[in-house]
């Protein structure tokens, strides 16, 4: 697997203590949560794992939880949710949330934090120093993936889709940094014990991104300037991330672009921290 260029710790590069740049803290099934760093704070997109967890997680990687602005969450599922009105209440901070998001989580008790902000897709939003934008993603569910951009660096944050619409490769082009989501090897999806109705939801337009659909999509989402790629969300039974990171190697050689490193987010481990100088 190609190493990443860029400084991978979790602080800043040296002298760069208003640094821009990304770590996330686990992408999977069983919860999805990373870090925006932003030149006036960070922001925490999704917070899918129970509150002690995510903790844990920030402590691993040296965030201190304070340095949290605002939550950004995509939508309602709980691998999304989990921590969210814990962690907001907690901290004092504010959750982000579509109006349909808002609506889902209303109708439990005790999903909604004390402030919350509405958001809609398409109209961005600066935080910490971050021009935010979201745009809307298919998904069977409503739900938005994200772009962030400091200054002539940009980040794309775009899991939890069925498939690439026109709309995602317009928003996610010219990011240096790209976190992508590879959920299911097809093959390993059919053989599954899952109900057929659920492998029909997983594959259709309103699911989760397939590899061979990631690795196609790729030769429109990679900008000149990209040179890092994530791949994110994969499924613990229905996929590998030894399978992923062949057809990665297979595709970028196949686009000539051996000049984008890539990394497989875990979702048992933190990756190190991307950070864009």
């Known amino acids: 697997m190609n190493p990443a260029p860029i400084s991978s710790s979790s602080n800043p590069p040296s002298g760069k203590s208003?640094?821009?740049?990304?770590?996330?803290?686990?992408?999977?099934?069983?919860?999805?949560?990373?870090?925006?760093?932003?030149?006036?704070?960070?922001?925490?997109?999704?917070?899918?794992?129970?509150?002690?967890?995510?903790?844990?997680?920030?402590?691993?990687?040296?965030?201190?939880?304070?340095?949290?602005?605002?939550?950004?969450?995509?939508?309602?599922?709980?691998?999304?949710?989990?921590?969210?009105?814990?962690?907001?209440?907690?901290?004092?901070?504010?959750?982000?949330?579509?109006?349909?998001?808002?609506?889902?989580?209303?109708?439990?008790?005790?999903?909604?934090?004390?402030?919350?902000?509405?958001?809609?897709?398409?109209?961005?939003?600066d935080l910490c120093g971050i021009r935010v934008e979201p745009f809307s993603i298919s998904h069977d569910t409503p739900a938005i993936a994200f772009t962030f951009t400091v200054h002539a660096h940009k980040i794309g944050f775009a899991t939890d889709l069925g498939f690439v619409s026109n709309l995602a490769k317009a928003k996610l082009s010219g990011c240096d940094l790209l976190v992508l989501e590879t959920n299911y090897d097809p093959a390993k999806l059919r053989a599954s014990a899952r109900p057929l109705t659920l492998k029909r939801r997983i594959a259709g337009k309103q699911?989760?991104?397939?590899?061979?659909?990631?690795?196609?999509?790729?030769?429109?989402?990679?900008?000149?300037?990209?040179?890092?790629?994530?791949?994110?969300?994969?499924?613990?039974?229905?996929?590998?991330?030894?399978?992923?990171?062949?057809?990665a190697e297979s595709r970028l050689a196949e686009l000539r672009r051996q000049d984008v490193s890539f990394r497989i987010a875990s979702q048992f481990e933190p990756l190190e921290t991307f950070w864009l100088e």
Not at 19 to 34: E, M, Q, R, V
Not at 210 to 228: C, F, K, Q, V, Y
Request: with cysteine; proline share 7%; glycine share 8%.
């Open 18 to 125: 208003r640094a821009f740049g990304c770590t996330i803290l686990g992408s999977g099934s069983k919860g999805n949560a990373s870090v925006i760093h932003g030149p006036e704070g960070n922001l925490l997109l999704d917070a899918g794992f129970s509150a002690k967890e995510l903790m844990c997680r920030l402590e691993r990687v040296n965030v201190d939880p304070c340095s949290l602005r605002a939550i950004l969450i995509t939508h309602d599922h709980s691998d999304h949710t989990s921590a969210c009105r814990i962690v907001s209440d907690r901290l004092g901070i504010p959750a982000y949330f579509i109006p349909e998001t808002f609506c889902e989580l209303s109708k439990c008790a005790n999903k909604v934090p004390a402030h919350k902000i509405l958001i809609t897709p398409g109209s961005p939003l």
């Open 207 to 247: 699911g989760h991104l397939g590899n061979p659909d990631a690795m196609e999509a790729l030769a429109e989402l990679l900008s000149p300037n990209t040179r890092n790629l994530v791949f994110a969300h994969l499924s613990q039974e229905c996929n590998d991330p030894g399978l992923v990171a062949e057809l």
